[in-house]
């Protein structure tokens, strides 16, 4: 008996439509640890081999993949130029560069960016210091939102409605023995970074890595990112977090006020509280 090359049968490849294999084998493409080789890429996407090598032939045709040594590809310049000219002309980027520059001074840790992909937090921007170890926190590095910082921070700014939104759609599993997959202990650390104005992030995405962040807003009051820092637990102690985490939150806000949003009004109390103790 011949035994299959994918375990996915073509039949249910073809649910997908041709623009949708595209955009996955673009996304396994640039994964880190480049160059990949094919069967890879068809195993991390789910597609066949020979689909994955028509979409990367075409990729590579136009620029947007390179084929190297062994039959493995890579990134290819037009793909890499295109993301370039797109992350300098991000406003957002162009505000939080300075930003990080200040925090990764005034800390001595790796400072970042994210966005929010659907359910996962993005590192879109990095400013770090030379140090003897490395995190994996970089462009283009993915996490869950529940699991980081930056996705706590994203998730505790959001509307009440919008965020159990997303929080349904969530599959929450255990990235480390410490990540929050309790709803109800989720919600609890939700519910502390919106009081204090940064999350916490203490070894749910990777061991022995605590990270704090803070959400960015724009002028209609939406969510469009999150600034942090991360560190080595033994560096970024609780007292660490504890001193860092209102810089964390101020640096947030100054981007923040570059987009135009207006600055939160703490410890005033509301013309409604005002009212009903008249």
């Keep these: 008996m ?6 996915r049968s073509v039949d249910q490849e073809l649910v997908k439509g041709p ?18 080789r094919l069967g890879e890429i068809a195993s991390r996407t789910g597609l066949t081999k020979p689909t994955v090598h ?12 390179e084929a190297t040594e062994g039959g493995s590809y890579r990134p290819g310049p037009r793909l890499l130029g295109l993301a370039a000219a797109a992350l ?17 001074r005034h800390t001595g840790h790796v400072a970042f960016c994210a966005a929010r992909d659907a359910g996962d937090a993005v590192c879109l921007e990095q400013s770090e210091p030379a140090r003897e170890y490395r995190i994996a926190t ?54 502390e970074a919106a ?13 022995d890595v605590r990270s704090v962040a803070a959400p960015v807003t724009d002028a209609a009051g939406r969510v469009v ?16 977090v504890e001193v860092f985490g209102p810089m964390v939150r101020a640096a947030a806000r100054t981007v923040s006020a ?16 005002r009212e009903e103790h008249s």
């Design 138 to 191: 970089r462009p283009g590095h993915r996490a869950p939102l529940y699991a980081c910082g930056v996705g706590l921070a994203m998730l505790s700014a959001l509307p009440a409605d919008e965020r159990d939104g997303v929080l349904d759609t969530l599959d929450l599993e255990a990235r480390t023995p410490y990540t929050p997959t309790d709803p109800t202990l989720l919600r609890t650390l939700l519910a």
């Design 225 to 240: 990112g999150a600034i942090g820092i991360a560190g080595v637990t033994f560096t970024l102690d609780p007292d660490s």
């Design 88 to 104: 300098h002309d991000s406003r957002i980027l162009e505000l939080a560069r300075p930003a990080l520059a200040d925090l990764r």
């Design 19 to 36: 623009v949708d294999k595209a955009m996955e084998v673009l996304e396994a493409l640039v994964q880190p640890g480049s160059p990949h």
């Design 258 to 273: 570059g987009l135009g949003a207006r600055a939160p009004m703490l410890g005033l109390v509301q013309p409604e509280a």
């Design 54 to 65: 028509r979409h990367l032939r075409t990729m590579a045709e136009h620029g947007f993949a």
């Design 195 to 207: 009081e204090r104005g940064y999350a916490v992030d203490d070894e749910y995405d990777e061991l």
């Design 2 to 7: 011949v035994k299959a090359v994918n375990t």
